[in-house]
């Protein structure tokens, strides 16, 4: 049903009690490495709700990449289509993560980073109703969202600030490719001030929809004229990696079931929220069934 393009890596999470200044030493608990990026975490979040789910990213041919595409396949998720790089690392990431549950994180790419453009096949839109990514390589972006539309698939991408800072041009070109858009409050704002205009669904393909996360606040949904906000759930969060991941996941799993977009709102608060209750992005992501008994309490 869903095909996720973009980033697949190994996450290594680390509790310190305060993030270390520079010449700094600090003592941290090593909770273990597990497979994370937005687009392999989104996949995993989809599968997890019951929809046949499918990944396209670049792995590297370690053992920690080798680790990663185990737990995905593990999980469901269609690996078929990952594009394994010889010779080079799997793309990884440290997290730091705060008493608090807030993180920091440390990014080391290597080439296996993200799939390049031409390296996308007609064969993995086989079967697929909708296509999720992240924008991180724009010329990948554009020939995702491209192909989608004239296979006449629906599209979504989860905007991230850095992203917008890197390529605010670029912004104008792929929003028009867009069905629906996620993107949290700080990236709204800089989307707006790279368009030099409010960001509105009318930026997006005809009918688009933009669904802004606000942390443990919620979601809100702004669709023509119409903006609707859905209260998040209360938990006791202990990581908030992986959430915004879990909450697209979510949402277009429920959208693609067909439930109106208020429910489906719901829904990803509720399996969102269950995801911040773990270490890990996709530890603590939820099967459906859980979420269905959490929103219902
Ligand atoms: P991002 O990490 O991409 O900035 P958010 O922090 O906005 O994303 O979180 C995405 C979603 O996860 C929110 O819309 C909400 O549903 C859920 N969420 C995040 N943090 C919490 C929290 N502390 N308590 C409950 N739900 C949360």
Do not use: W
């Not at 972006?141 to 917008?164: F, Q, W, Y």
């Not at 443990?216 to 202990?238: H, S, Y």
């Not at 069934?289 to 929103?295: C, H, I, L, T």
């Amino acid at each position: 049903d869903v095909l996720c393009i973009g980033d697949l890596d190994v996450d290594m999470f680390i509790s310190v009690p305060a993030i270390p200044g520079f010449d700094q030493k600090i003592a941290g608990e090593n909770h273990g490495q597990m497979p994370g990026g937005m687009s392999a975490n989104c996949a995993v979040a989809v599968a997890r709700l019951g929809l046949a789910s499918r990944l396209v990213a670049a792995v590297g041919s370690d053992a920690s990449g080798s680790f990663a595409v185990e737990k995905i396949r593990a999980d469901g998720v269609d690996v078929d289509h990952l594009i394994h790089r010889e010779n080079t690392n799997t793309f990884m990431c440290v997290v730091l993560i705060s008493p608090s549950g807030e993180k920091s994180l440390i990014k080391l790419e290597t080439e296996a980073y993200l799939p390049y453009a031409n390296e996308l096949t007609d064969d993995a839109f086989a079967g697929v109703r909708h296509v999720h990514l992240t924008f991180g390589r724009p010329e990948l972006a554009h020939k995702a969202l491209t192909m989608a539309r004239v296979k006449g698939i629906t599209t979504s991408l989860d905007l991230e600030p850095p992203d917008i800072a890197r390529n605010p041009k670029l912004l104008r070109s792929i929003l028009p490719l867009i069905d629906t858009l996620f993107l949290n409050a700080e990236a709204y704002a800089m989307a707006t001030s790279a368009l030099g205009e409010t960001l509105l669904p009318a930026h997006l393909h005809e009918r688009g929809e933009i669904l802004m996360t606000l942390g443990a606040l919620g979601c809100r949904r702004l669709f023509g004229e119409d903006r609707l906000d859905q209260p998040g759930f209360a938990v006791d969060a202990l990581d908030t990696t992986g959430a915004g991941d879990c909450f697209a996941g979510a949402y277009l799993a429920a959208r693609l079931e067909g439930l109106e977009p208020q429910d489906a709102m719901i829904l990803a608060n509720g399996a969102a929220a269950l995801a911040t209750t773990g270490i890990g992005a996709q530890t603590a992501m939820p099967l459906r069934r859980d979420v269905d008994a959490f929103v219902a309490r």
